[in-house]
C-alpha cells in the first residue's frame, strides 16, 4: 500500500526528492512545483530527465549529500533510496519528515474518499499521484477484475462535463476542443434534428456524452503508447493498453450516465453526492473483495499480469496489456477467479439515432506526435482501432526480442 504524502506536504515552503531522477519521483516533483511549491532534489545520475528538471526550475544535485536537503521541511524517498543515504541521515538528525512515496494504492469501499468533479489534465495527474481530495488506486472485484478508480472517476466526469455542454444544443452542429495529446483533440458534433420530447433529448444527450467521453478514454490509452506525457519528463508508456483501463473507463461512463438519467446532473455537488453513492454500490454488485483479498490477487497475477523482477520504467514490467477498444466489454480474464464476469456495454442505437453518426472525437495533427503517424487529416473514431493493433504489433516483436 502506498503511504498518503498529503499531510506531510500541507504547508511546506521547501520539499526535497531523493531520486528524482526515477519515474514516480520526477512526476510528483513536477506537479509539486505546479502547485507553487519549492522544490529541489537529487540523483545518483545525470539523465534527460534531470536536464528537463532543471530546465523547468527545479534544481538537481547529482549525488546524495547531506548538504542537498539544507533548508527543506519534508524529504520525500520512495523504496529505492536506502536508509544509508545521507540525505535520509541528515533529515532524521533534524528531525524533517521522511515520508515514502510510490504509486499506486489498494482501496477498499471504505477507503474511496469523496467523489470530486475535476476537468483539467494538471487535476488528473494529481489524482495519479495521490494529492487529491478523493482517493485513487486498485480495486478488487470477484465480477469485474481489478478496477482502476482513477479511470473511473476521470471518464464518469468528462461524460458529466460533455452532457452539460451537448444538451442545451442538441442537434446543433458543433465543436468541442480538449487539450492535445500528441494530437489536437477536437469532439465534432454533427447537425441532426433531435427527438421532439425533452426527456428523449435528455436521454440521448446524456447516451451521447458517455460515448463520447469513452473514445476520449480509448484515444488516451493509444496516445500513451506512442509517447505522450502528462508531465514532461514522465513517460507513460508502461501504462498504456494496461488490462484494467478500458474496462474501469467504461464503468465510469455507464455510471455518469445513470447518475445524469437519474435526475443528478443538474449541479456538481448534486452529482458528486450521486457519484459517491454510485461507485459504492456497482463495486458492491461487482462483489467487492477486501484490501487482503486484493493484495493477495496482486501476488497470484505475478508472472501473468505483471513482472515483479522489472522496475519501473522498463515497459514490460506490465506483461498483459488489453489492446480491444469495444464497448461492449467482459473484463480481462484474471486467473483462479471462478465467479462469472460483468459484460458492459453501451448501446450502438440510442432511441433510433446511432451514437456514431451524431458525434465522435478527431484527433489532428499537433506540434509533436512522438511516435504516431501524422494522419493525412485526421484520426477518426473508426481509426483507433487499427492504430491500437499497430501498437500490439510492435509489442509482440519487441517482447519477443528481449526473451530471446
Not at 468533479?117 to 478488487?140: C, H, R, T, W
Amino acid at each position: 500500500m502506498a503511504l498518503s504524502i498529503k499531510p506531510y506536504i500541507e504547508n511546506k515552503e521547501r520539499i526535497h526528492l531523493i531520486g528524482i531522477g526515477g519515474v514516480s519521483m520526477c512526476a510528483l516533483g513536477m506537479v509539486l512545483h505546479g502547485m507553487g511549491i519549492q522544490v529541489t532534489g537529487s540523483d545518483m545520475n545525470q539523465s534527460k530527465t534531470t536536464d528537463h528538471l532543471e530546465e523547468t526550475g527545479i534544481p538537481v544535485a547529482i549525488g546524495h549529500r547531506a548538504e542537498n536537503i539544507a533548508g527543506a521541511d519534508c524529504v520525500i524517498r520512495t523504496a529505492a533510496a536506502n536508509n544509508d543515504n545521507p540525505e535520509i541521515a541528515a533529515a532524521r538528525a533534524a528531525g524533517i519528515p521522511i515520508p515514502m512515496y510510490q504509486i499506486g494504492n489498494v482501496l477498499t469501499l471504505g477507503t474511496l474518499g469523496k467523489h470530486h468533479y475535476n476537468d483539467s489534465a494538471f487535476g488528473a495527474v494529481k489524482n495519479l499521484l495521490g494529492l487529491s481530495e478523493e482517493q485513487n488506486g486498485l480495486i478488487y472485484t470477484r465480477r469485474g477484475g481489478f478496477i482502476d478508480i482513477a479511470h473511473v472517476r476521470d471518464t464518469a466526469d468528462n461524460t458529466f462535463y460533455l452532457f452539460n455542454r451537448i444538451a442545451p444544443t442538441l442537434g446543433q452542429a458543433g465543436r468541442i476542443f480538449y487539450s492535445e495529446e500528441l494530437g489536437v483533440r477536437r469532439v465534432q458534433l454533427n447537425a441532426f434534428t433531435p427527438p421532439a420530447g425533452v426527456r428523449q433529448r435528455y436521454q440521448l444527450a446524456a447516451w451521447l456524452a458517455g460515448h463520447l467521453a469513452f473514445e476520449i478514454a480509448q484515444w488516451h490509452e493509444i496516445a500513451q503508447w506512442y509517447g505522450f506525457q502528462s508531465v514532461p519528463g514522465f513517460s507513460e508508456e508502461i501504462s498504456a493498453f494496461s488490462p484494467e483501463d478500458l474496462y474501469s473507463n467504461l464503468l465510469g461512463a455507464r455510471l455518469a450516465i445513470n447518475v445524469i438519467l437519474s435526475g443528478h446532473g443538474g449541479s456538481l455537488e448534486d452529482y458528486n453526492q450521486a457519484m459517491d453513492a454510485a461507485l459504492k454500490q456497482v463495486l458492491t454488485r461487482l462483489l467487492v473483495a477486501t484490501r487482503g483479498e486484493t493484495e493477495a490477487m496482486f501476488q497470484q497475477i505475478d508472472g501473468d499480469w505483471w513482472n515483479s523482477h522489472r522496475r519501473g520504467p522498463d515497459k514490460f514490467l506490465v506483461l498483459k496489456c488489453n489492446y480491444d477498444l469495444q464497448e461492449n466489454r467482459l473484463p480481462t480474464p484474471v486467473p483462479f477467479e471462478t465467479m462469472p464476469p460483468y459484460r458492459l456495454t453501451m448501446p450502438e442505437q440510442v432511441g433510433g439515432f446511432r451514437l456514431r453518426d451524431l458525434g465522435e472525437l478527431q484527433i489532428y495533427p499537433g506540434h509533436d506526435m512522438q511516435a504516431l503517424p501524422v494522419p493525412a487529416q485526421y484520426y477518426g473514431a473508426g481509426a483507433f482501432q487499427g492504430v491500437a493493433d499497430r501498437a500490439h504489433e510492435a509489442d509482440k516483436t519487441q517482447l519477443a526480442r528481449t526473451e530471446k
